[in-house]
């Protein structure tokens, strides 16, 4: 397990140095110029070549990113170029957000995909039908529409939730719940229909195995044979699409933070982005890079747990 373990972790370093240097580099050739953007159309062209200078934008390439790189591996990803804000404590001040949505999408997702997912397989008829309606719907239905339908409905009309903002649970831990419920479920709506129906199917191709029948031969009650044994071995897809949902969660959370004007990590990529902030970039891909790592090699060492095949593949 140690040596598989090794073996992942060092495909994810990988991983993230590849996707950091192709990123800076279409962020170093794309940026324009940022003297001129920071500055305005009213400063001189000695100020702005002056500051570009300052910002290292007048050096090759290489000798950027290589000054970037070497600050970075250290945790220390620059100022903004903008608002000459530490890019870690901006991190520090935004990452939980997004993670705190990102989660808990996650886990309301994954614990409804697995009720739904079972009963769909097991019993079939109308509850088998309707998940795959919600799975349809899921997929057609942009997260968007979701999250102003939801806005109208529970935020405008009724009042019942938050519509715009994000409140620390270590202020107040009600206003907190009411400010995360609509962008939560308007995330967990489309991942739901992706886990319901990949748990569905799996369940379904082990309940036609051989094993299960003779599990079913020697007595042993549905709902033992359901939950211990065809759900452990049914847990290796499911694990994957969890990997890939995750992923997938990250860039809904652009859309979502930007419609509910929370401030997170995927509002200040989408601002970044335009102004061509490049060490807030940089930091933003960084972070998400990390986590999606952190997150596929847990699943990977889940996945080798249940079924010791995966370890020698």
Known sequence: MFRYTSKRLMSGAVLIVGISTITFWLLALGAGDVGRQRLGVTATQEQVDRLNEELGRNDPVLVQFTSWASKAIRGDFGDSWFSSQSVSELLKQRAPITLTLIIGSLFVASVLAVVLGILSAVRGGVIDRLVQAVGVIGFAIPGFLIA?????????????????????????????????????????????????????????????????????????????????????????????ILGVTFIGLFGGAVIIERIFAIQGLGLTTVDAGISGDVPVVMGVVVFTAVMVVIVNVIVDLVSAWLNPKVRLS
């Open 148 to 240: 102003f339908g939801l806005v109208v409905w529970l935020a405008i009309d009724n009042k019942i939730f938050r519509a715009t903002g994000y409140t620390k649970p270590s202020e107040d831990v009600g206003e907190w719940v009411r400010s995360v419920t609509l962008p939560v479920i308007a995330l967990v709506f489309g991942s739901l229909a992706a886990l319901s129906l990949q748990i569905r199917g799996a369940v379904r191709d082990t309940l036609d195995l051989d094993f299960v029948r003779t599990l079913r031969s020697r007595g042993l009650s549905e709902r033992r044979v359901v939950y211990k044994h065809v759900l452990r071995n049914s847990a290796g897809p499911a694990l994957s």
